[in-house]
């Protein structure tokens, strides 16, 4: 958009505490999320993580959603 790539998250983002009128988003959320994804032919599941929260959320969402079959790739190098 102008001249700007735009990344989508398409399964959410982590928040593990409800956020201005939007549940909380945990792991177990996010996994769901791209697994139901899988129905898409030649879908992905990307999501946002802030950075501030603690990493061990992350690594069980990653690790959850490799164990779907999803490959992890730079934004640089997304098609």
Do not use: C, W
């Not at 982590?14 to 009128?21: H, I, L």
């Not at 946002?48 to 959320?57: R, T």
Request: aromatic letters at 14%; a negative charge; proline letters at 10%.
């Amino acid at each position: 958009m102008y001249g700007t790539k735009v990344l989508p998250e398409n399964i959410g983002n982590y928040e593990p505490e409800a956020y201005n009128n939007h549940p909380a988003r945990l792991p177990a959320d996010l996994i769901a999320s791209a697994k139901a994804n899988l129905a898409v032919r030649d879908g992905y599941a990307s999501f946002f993580y802030h950075p501030y929260y603690p990493v061990q959320p992350l690594k069980e969402t990653v690790e959850g959603i490799r164990a779907l079959g999803y490959t992890f790739v730079s934004p640089a190098t997304a098609g």
